[in-house]
Structure formats: C-alpha cells, structure tokens
C-alpha cells in the first residue's frame, strides 16, 4: 500500500513558481501541512491560498534562501508555527547563464549562493528538527546539468553539482537518525525557467530526449511526493533523473 504523507509538515522552497509550486499543490491535496517559502511572498500567499480553498493546510513564507540567518530565523518560526518540520524540499533556484569567458563573478557567486548555499541553509535549519522526532525527509532539486556539465552553465552546474555531494554527505550524517536524503535531477521541464529559452534551444532539447517532449511540474512532484512518503523510506543518497531518458 503506498503510505502518503498525510499529517507531515513540509518545507518547500521556491514554491511560488513552476516546479516549486507545483510540489506545494500536490503535497496540500495528500494531506501535508505545506510552509510554502519563497523571495516573491506575492506568489507564496497564492500558492498556500490555492491549497487553503482545496481545503487543505499551508503557510507562506517570505525568505531569501541564500541569506543564512533569516533561514535559520524563518524555520525556527515555521517549526513554532506548525509544531514540527517533518519534510524539506529545497527547490529554490535560479539561472545565469553565459559562456565561461563572459561570465561574471557576480553570476557564479549569486547562482552557488542560491542554488547551493541556499540548500545547505535550509538543511542545517531543518535537521535539527527532524532529528529530535526521529523522521526526516529532505529532497533537494539538483538537475541533470550536475552530472553531466552544460556549456553556458559553468555556475549553474557547480551549483547542482554540488548539491549531489551535499546530499550524499547530508545522507551518511542523517540516515542514523532515519533521515533520508535524495536528489532528483530533472531534465527539460517547463516553467517559467525554460520559458526563457529560445525556440531553437528548445528544439534542440526535444531531440535529445527520447520521450520528445518536456517533463511537466506535475512529473517531478510525483517523484517528491513518492520519496518524501513512507513508501521510499529505504531509498537514501540518491539522485534520481526525471528526464525523459535524456540521459541514460
Ligand atoms: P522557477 O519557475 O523560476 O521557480 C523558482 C522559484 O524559486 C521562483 O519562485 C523564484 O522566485 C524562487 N527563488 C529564486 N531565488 C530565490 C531565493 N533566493 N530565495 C527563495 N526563492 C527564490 O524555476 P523552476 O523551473 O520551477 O525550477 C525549480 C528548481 O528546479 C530549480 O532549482 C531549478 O534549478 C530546478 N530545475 C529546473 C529544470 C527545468 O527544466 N525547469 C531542470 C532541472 C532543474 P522569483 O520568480 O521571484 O525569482
């Protein structure tokens, strides 16, 4: 029987938009309280009111992930707020790219403090948590550009990159505390993120995928849902692709 996650109390961050948002819907609708944690509060409050009028629990949060003491300061009150954390998705992310000689300074460090940086924040925050209720689930959104590198995207795949080996590490320190830790590594899905993208790139990514089609925000709250649920509870330090077997 799949055990859903009914009751939990979830962090995602980055829930205002695209993938983020989406988890957010799909964990209310199963019966989670969501902390819907975004920068843009505006879109926060309508992703947990759109929960609030499916009858379900949520919060919104406004936090700027990469800024350490207000994520500290912000899952405290969350943990105050809701009695606990239980489940963390650390989903928040952003892009800037440009080719390696172009690129400046200010993008690496912006898109590590975000995409990276802003993982291990939130992480440090929660786990304290989880560990004195003994249960735990943390999913980081890492990318397929983690593993296989990107050009044009020298930061952004330092950052997810990095994010497989926060996870794994985050793994072995937690699993005794019947943590888990996973990332999911998505491939070309559409949002706002890949609005951005010209047609000629968007068609080059739908050749490369074997299912010729983008990956939809539902695809990869599915995945959340089934690794933050009872059901996954022997998967740890994983990073599972949702790509349309772009990569394999
Ligand atoms: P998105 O639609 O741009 O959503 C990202 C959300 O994160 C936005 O609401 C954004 O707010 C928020 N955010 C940005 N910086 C933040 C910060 N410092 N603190 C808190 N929130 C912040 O992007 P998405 O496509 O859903 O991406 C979600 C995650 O999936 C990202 O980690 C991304 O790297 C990853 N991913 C996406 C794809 C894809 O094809 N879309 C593929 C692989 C991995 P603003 O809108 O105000 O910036």
Redesign the pocket.
Known sequence: MFEGISGKRAIV?????????EICLRFGAAGATVAV????VD?ADAVAAEIRKQEGNAHAYK????DFDTVQAVCNQIADDLGGIDILVN?????RDNLLLRMSERDFDQVVA??LK?AFNFTKACCRHMMKSRWGRIIN?????GQMGNAGQAN?ASA?AGMIGLTKSAAKELASRNITVNAV??????????EKLDEATRQAYYKAIPLKRA?T?ADVANLCLFLASDAASYITGQVIRIDGGMVM
């Open positions: 961050t980055g829930g205002g938009s695209g993938i983020g948002r944690c975004d920068v843009a879109a936090v700027d992930v990469s989903n928040a992310g952003i892009t975000v995409n802003g959104i890492a990318s397929v550009v952004y997810k590594a998505p491939g070309f899905i559409a949002t706002p993120m890949t990956g925000p």
